[in-house]
């Protein structure tokens, strides 16, 4: 029998969440093993945000040429290939695949185990003949894509949100069945690309961000000639001739889509079934199907095993935060807690969505009535009226002490506003404090000196503030 092999950490998946925490325990001075049955980071990459941000990139391109007449600039309609978009972004793709290269997880001193891994016991994973005793293990195993049982769908032609980014013909028509964040960028990207595009969503349309948020996102999704079809049901498909036919329930009554082409794109379960987790006694959830039960430092109910990522049901844009926070918590012992609030979250709609910290609703829910709300739009600064970028908005929601808990913006550079803001919540910063903000002119950072200046408008002045005023007058 062969000798266990037994790290400090085993990392059981090399996709973007598994780099990040393996390369986080390094830094620590843990001996790690690493267990994937692909090619190391690759297929995060190929499906991932970054595949996403390079399409996004390429559609952007053809939007600017559609809208310069509005700027007094006479342009061609775009001419587009959908090869060549494609072949951007497998070069976008190839650039950042070293990162995640065999070569480099070796020079960073971490073992590569190819093969599939299977928990034996509770403390034990088998890969083939291999077999590892670690410390602690983290599942990263990302995620996995699943069809929706809509009778007839094996029989048509359809892309996933894995397969897309492969895709070198313009489809005339491309129904996207289930929109998370990433199903409605996709969708924009298609029609900035001269795509006809329908979205069938089972529910309402990202559910867990700031509806008035939202709305806007959608108004202008819908101007950009998307059609988006809430709160329906796909009920059936079949391929006749040259199109596809969806048959569609909302509400009472039922309607027909003819596409040429299908994304299935609902929300993608993590990818748990191979680890035989009955063996190492890790418990999945019964309120949320497919995930696992894990406590605020994400640990599972074996306290030897972790897991972070899509594999716990979380945002791949959130794995660097992630990875610190497991390593302190499983190798040295410093629980942490997990609050997904407390991180950015980006939805590259146009204009892109970004909230941190605390939302209008969730303030509802949390602290009733013990906060406000203050605005500001983006028609307000000469920056977003000179590039004709007025549809937007900027939430902030602040503590009865003035304290800022949560902000939430749609326009543009929403991402990096919401870093400032993110820092400024970190610092426990007053929303007062913003109108100090040494923000350039014009820019978008303008935006918080004005939140700034409403949130002290919104206070008394102090007497003391005042009275030396009035005394100051009487001087000489």
């Known amino acids: 029998m062969a000798t266990p092999s037994t790290p400090d950490l085993c990392v059981i998946g090399a996709g973007a969440a598994g780099l990040a925490v393996a390369e986080a325990a390094r830094r620590v001075g843990a001996s790690v093993v690493m267990v994937e049955k692909a090619e190391p980071g690759r297929a995060s990459l190929q499906s991932g945000p970054l595949a996403l941000r390079a399409l996004a990139a390429a559609a952007e391109r053809a939007a600017l040429a559609e809208g310069a007449g509005a700027f007094g600039i006479g342009l061609e309609p775009a001419n587009i290939s959908f090869r060549r978009v494609r072949d951007h972004i497998a070069e976008i793709i190839a650039q950042s695949a070293p990162q995640g290269a065999a070569a480099r997880i070796a020079a960073l001193g971490i073992e590569l185990v190819r093969g599939s891994g299977s928990f034996a016991d509770p403390r034990t994973l088998r890969v083939g003949e291999t077999v590892i005793e670690a410390r602690r293990f983290v599942i990263a195993t990302g995620a996995s894509s699943s069809l929706p049982d809509i009778p007839g769908l094996l029989s048509v032609p359809?892309?996933?949100?894995?397969?897309?980014?492969?895709n070198t013909r313009r489809p005339d028509h491309l129904v996207i069945l289930g929109a998370g964040p990433m199903g409605l960028e996709?969708?924009?990207?298609?029609?900035?690309?001269?795509?006809?595009?329908?979205?069938?969503?089972?529910?309402?349309?990202?559910?867990?961000?700031?509806?008035?948020?939202v709305d806007i996102a959608l108004r202008s999704l819908r101007g950009a000639g998307v059609v988006v079809i809430e709160e329906a049901a796909a009920l059936a498909a079949e391929e006749s001739a040259q199109?596809?036919?969806?048959?569609?329930?909302?509400?009472?009554?039922?309607?027909?889509?003819?596409?040429?082409?299908?994304?299935?794109?609902?929300?993608?379960?993590?990818?748990?079934d191979d680890l035989n987790l009955a063996a190492a006694k890790v418990r999945r959830s019964t309120a949320h199907a497919g995930a696992l039960v894990l406590n605020a430092s994400l640990r599972?109910?074996?306290?030897?095993?972790?897991?972070?990522?899509?594999?716990?049901?979380h945002s791949p844009h959130l794995v660097a935060f992630e990875a610190d926070l497991v390593v302190t918590a499983a190798l040295l012992g410093r629980p942490q807690r997990f609050e997904p609030a407390a991180f950015p979250r980006l939805t590259l709609t146009d204009p892109e969505i970004a909230e941190i910290g605390l939302t209008e609703p969730m303030a509802r829910t949390r602290l009733k009535g013990g906060f406000s709300v203050l605005r500001a739009s983006y028609g307000e600064i000469d920056r977003a009226r000179a590039a004709r970028e007025g549809m937007g908005v900027v939430k902030l929601v602040v503590g009865k002490s003035g304290k800022l808990l949560g902000a939430g913006i749609v326009g543009p550079s929403a991402g990096e506003l919401a870093a400032l803001f993110g820092l400024a919540i970190a610092q426990n910063l007053d929303a007062r404090d913003l109108a100090g903000l040494a923000a350039p002119y014009p820019s978008y950072a303008e935006l918080a000196q004005v939140l700034g200046e409403q949130a002290r408008a919104a206070t008394a002045q102090p007497r003391l503030k005042s009275g030396g005023w009035s005394l100051n007058r009487l001087l000489p």
């Open 158 to 166: 359809y892309f996933t949100t894995e397969t897309i980014f492969d």
């Open 186 to 213: 996709i969708a924009l990207c298609y029609r900035r690309l001269g795509t006809e595009v329908t979205i069938v969503e089972p529910g309402k349309m990202l559910p867990q961000s700031d509806p008035e948020l």
């Open 243 to 272: 199109s596809i036919r969806i048959r569609v329930r909302q509400g009472d009554g039922d309607r027909s889509i003819t596409a040429t082409h299908v994304l299935v794109a609902p929300a993608r379960p993590p990818a748990l």
């Open 300 to 313: 599972t109910t074996n306290s030897r095993i972790y897991a972070m990522g899509e594999a716990a049901g």
